[in-house]
């Protein structure tokens, strides 16, 4: 919390020095961050009550699996909107002027995890799960390339 606020007075202090696009860029950035802060702590809270409360009346079997994938597939979207939350705050701060793509794309594999732990095979067709599987490949294919891109930019020194 100590560095967050930190970095908050320091986008404050430039905040003269700025472009008006670079205050425009970190002003939606900033408005985007607090709206997904509140999304996550009110998804955090309907997941605990949900959970514990279902929990401790016998509502709810942690075994079954429906439940086992709806608990975990709830968790993984909390993970996808800090992440992407932990993303927009570089924007914030101004440590990169924009999200990087390799950002993105394991954002998108997160999102398509939470899709696989959340299937019910038996109401997909092949097709859904050939789709969801070229699309994993892609995108895993993609963030290879771009890290092997910048893993051999840092090599030559650039």
């Known amino acids: 919390m100590k560095k967050i606020l930190s970095r908050w007075n320091d986008v404050r202090g430039e905040w003269s020095t700025m472009t008006l696009y670079q205050r425009f860029e970190s002003g939606v950035a900033l408005a985007l961050t607090l709206l997904i802060s509140l999304v996550i702590v009110v998804a955090l809270f309907r997941l605990f009550v949900g959970v514990v409360g279902n929990l401790v009346f016998g509502a709810m079997n942690p075994l079954e699996h429906r439940v086992f994938q709806m608990v975990f597939g709830e968790i993984m979207t909390l993970l996808i909107a800090l992440e992407f939350n932990h993303t927009l705050q570089y924007v914030v ?66």
């Open 93 to 158: 701060t101004r440590e990169q002027s924009i999200i990087q793509t390799k950002v993105v794309l394991l954002i998108a594999l997160l999102a398509v995890s939470r899709k696989f732990i959340i299937f019910d095979l038996k109401e997909t067709t092949a097709g859904e799960l050939l789709g969801l599987a070229a699309v994993t490949l892609v995108l895993g294919v993609t963030y290879w390339l771009l890290r092997d891109r910048d893993e051999r930019g840092a090599g030559n020194g650039g």
